[in-house]
């Protein structure tokens, strides 16, 4: 019974760290969308940053604007590509915490199975024992009856 009691704590413990992992595989894909939706709306916005500039680049511009645009245009184009390189690290972590997620899995499904096998084991005990048991006791009646018949 101890080991079963030892079980169950671990189960118990294991399920702990399950649910934990949980916790982080969600906090891991929001984390994930919100670097989706920041880099979505970098790229929006350059979008829109040069719609409005080239309609006013139709007419005549100064070359110290231009220069200006262009330097902007570069620096959003290096913010746009840093926030990939943070969103795919964003979804490989993703990725790592799932995976990290269905270890704890196998390990809750594997002392279940332990428990499983333990219960069947002391069923199967007390079984044998309950048999032994009643075989004893209808023996002893058996014994009683043909004394009783003997005397």
């Known amino acids: 019974m101890k080991r079963l009691a030892l079980l169950k704590t671990l189960l118990e413990r294991e399920e702990k760290r399950r649910d934990e992992q949980m916790a982080a595989v969600r906090a891991a894909a929001a984390n994930a969308e ?67 997620l269905v270890e704890r899995e196998i390990r809750v499904a594997t002392v279940e199975r332990l428990i499983k096998r333990r219960e069947a084991l002391l069923a199967k005990i007390a079984d044998r024992r309950d048999q032994k048991n009643q075989d004893e006791m209808a023996q002893r009646l058996g014994a009683a009856r043909a004394h009783a018949g003997l005397s």
């Open 34 to 100: 919100a670097q989706q939706q920041q880099a979505d709306g970098l790229t929006t916005y350059r979008s829109e940053y040069c719609q409005k500039w080239s309609a006013q680049f139709r007419q005549a511009a100064q070359m110290e604007i231009l220069r200006s645009y262009h330097g902007f245009l570069s620096r959003l184009d290096q913010a746009i590509t840093q926030q990939q390189s943070v969103l795919e690290h964003a979804g490989r972590m993703v990725e790592v915490q799932r995976q990290r």
